[in-house]
């Protein structure tokens, strides 16, 4: 994985974050954002401007690919490249967890 990428996505926003996890099975940018606000009981409300530029730009750098249309509507779905940065995202979010309950990294 390039470098490069581990900066721009580590850490993520939480949009990001949300985004990318939704799509370990394919999805349009509307059902995400369902998805999201039911996952965050609403706390979490991504726009469609951040939806669709998220989108994009994770495409052009290969987290995502286009998966197929459905109904005129574009699915999404993670790639290899994506998990790879979910995991180390996950990780980094459980390392947090874990420190602030005051246990140590190796516990």
Same mark, same amino acid.
């Given at each position: 994985?390039? !470098? =490069? /990428?581990? =900066? @721009?996505?580590?850490?993520? &926003?939480?949009?990001?974050?949300?985004?990318?996890? *939704? /799509?370990? &099975?394919?999805?349009?940018?509307?059902?995400?954002?369902?998805?999201?606000?039911?996952?965050?009981?609403?706390?979490?409300?991504?726009?469609?401007?951040?939806? $669709?530029?998220?989108?994009?730009?994770?495409?052009k750098d290969? +987290?995502?690919?286009?998966? *197929?249309?459905?109904?005129?509507?574009? +699915?999404?779905?993670? &790639? !290899? /490249?994506? #998990?790879?940065?979910? %995991?180390?995202? @996950?990780? #980094?979010?459980? #390392?947090? $967890?874990?420190?602030?309950?005051?246990? %140590?990294? !190796?516990?």
């Amino acid at each position: 994985m390039e !470098d =490069r /990428l581990k =900066r @721009i996505y580590v850490p993520m &926003t939480e949009s990001g974050f949300y985004i990318l996890y *939704c /799509l370990q &099975t394919p999805q349009h940018g509307y059902g995400i954002s369902q998805q999201v606000k039911r996952m965050s009981g609403g706390a979490v409300v991504i726009s469609a401007g951040t939806m $669709y530029g998220t989108l994009s730009k994770m495409e052009k750098d290969g +987290l995502i690919r286009f998966y *197929c249309e459905e109904e005129k509507r574009k +699915l999404y779905q993670i &790639t !290899d /490249l994506g #998990r790879e940065i979910l %995991d180390i995202e @996950i990780r #980094r979010i459980e #390392r947090l $967890y874990k420190n602030s309950k005051g246990e %140590d990294i !190796d516990a």
